[in-house]
Nanobody, 124 residues
């Protein structure tokens, strides 16, 4: 089994910072891409940032404020969020495309594995 576990959410004042972390665990062989999505109440889930290999891409709304980084050795991805705005309030989800080995050692490609989400609230 493979799972993603997020941490680091919370309540922050406008203009403040938070750092989210996501750890992938299980019999992971390789991770092709990791990403952060978010979903605000009444809105669709949207891509915030994605990292694959050495490339990153960001939603226009977070460019220059958020930074996604990855630790390949630890199978982790972080999202540093600065200059937070009330409109950044949402549940943030970690997402990954990866390859894992099953109990008999067969490799399996799995896309769109999701974490359970972590709440980020930006409010005064």
């Amino acid at each position: 089994q493979v799972q993603l576990v997020e941490s680091g959410g919370g309540l922050v004042l406008p203009g403040g910072s938070l750092r989210l972390s996501c750890a992938a665990s299980g019999r992971i062989s390789s991770i092709n891409a990791m990403a952060w999505y978010r979903q605000a109440p009444g809105k669709q889930r949207e891509l915030v940032a994605r990292i694959t290999g050495g490339s990153t891409n960001y939603a226009d709304s977070v460019k220059g404020r958020f930074t996604i980084t990855r630790d390949n050795a630890k199978n982790m991805v972080d999202l540093q969020m600065n200059s937070l705005k009330p409109e950044d309030t949402a549940v943030y989800y970690c997402n990954a495309d990866l390859v894992y080995s099953d109990r008999v050692g067969r490799l399996n490609q799995v896309n769109d594995i999701w974490g359970q989400g972590t709440q980020v609230t930006v409010s005064s």
